[in-house]
T-cell receptor, first 110, second 116 residues
């Protein structure tokens, strides 16, 4: 079993839809959870960073962590065509080494 | 801000040659930088951790003699792919830790390496 599993997608939604992206993990040592957005042929850009169970909101983005179920989610409200990208979950334990999911390719259609 | 640059953005080389990729933190000092490799439709895989002034720490399965890392200053780390082969063709991305009190990694834009 891989340490981090991410819904592979691809995911295609109409503009304005609510998008749900998910990852599960198996390593109980993971304490910090991140979501990155990566446009084609570009480096990842940090979107959300959380370390406790519960929800964290930033504009149209909400990150949700459930440590008991080892499950994290990213919700995007009122999705826009500019949100079209690959979304990567990432997590780490007490050191700085990040473990990434494979990424979900999202397309928001106008 | 926290800007990380990489140079070159794309490079094509012949099999057997060596290629150097630079990673720079433009507006902050980075004692720790990371090098990742990303194959098409795959996730980022950590290759090595680069610490300024000391030897890099390589992940299991990554050949340290093939992927030479030098972190000579607080703003520059280099990755040299020696004797490159077609299977080394990939997207190489660096990241930098901003400061000692934060654990956020800022990523560079990546370098596309194609070995013919």
């Amino acid at each position: 079993q891989k340490e981090v599993e991410q819904d592979p997608g691809p995911l295609s939604v109409p503009e304005g839809a609510i998008v749900s992206l998910n990852c599960t993990y198996s390593n109980s040592a993971f304490q910090y959870f991140m979501w990155y957005r990566q446009y084609s042929r570009k480096g990842p850009e940090l979107l959300m960073y959380t370390y406790s169970s519960g929800n964290k909101e930033d504009g149209r983005f909400t990150a949700q962590v459930d440590k008991s179920s080892k499950y994290i989610s990213l919700f995007i409200r009122d999705s826009q065509p500019s949100d079209s990208a690959t979304y990567l979950c990432a997590m780490r334990g007490s050191n700085y080494k990040l473990t990434f999911g494979k990424g979900t390719l999202l397309t928001v259609n106008p | 801000g926290a800007v990380v640059s990489q140079h070159p953005s794309r490079v094509i080389c012949k099999s057997g040659t060596s290629v150097k990729i630079e990673c720079r933190s433009l507006d902050f000092q980075a004692t720790t930088m990371f090098w990742y490799r990303q194959f098409p439709k795959q996730s980022l895989m950590l290759m090595a951790t680069s610490n300024e002034g000391s030897k890099a720490t390589y992940e299991q399965g990554v050949e340290k003699d093939k992927f030479l890392i030098n972190h000579a200053s607080l703003t520059l780390s280099t990755l040299t792919v020696t004797s490159a082969h077609p299977e080394d063709s990939s997207f190489y991305i660096c990241s930098a830790l901003k400061g000692a009190s934060t654990d956020t990694q800022y990523f560079g834009p990546g370098t596309r390496l194609t070995v013919l």
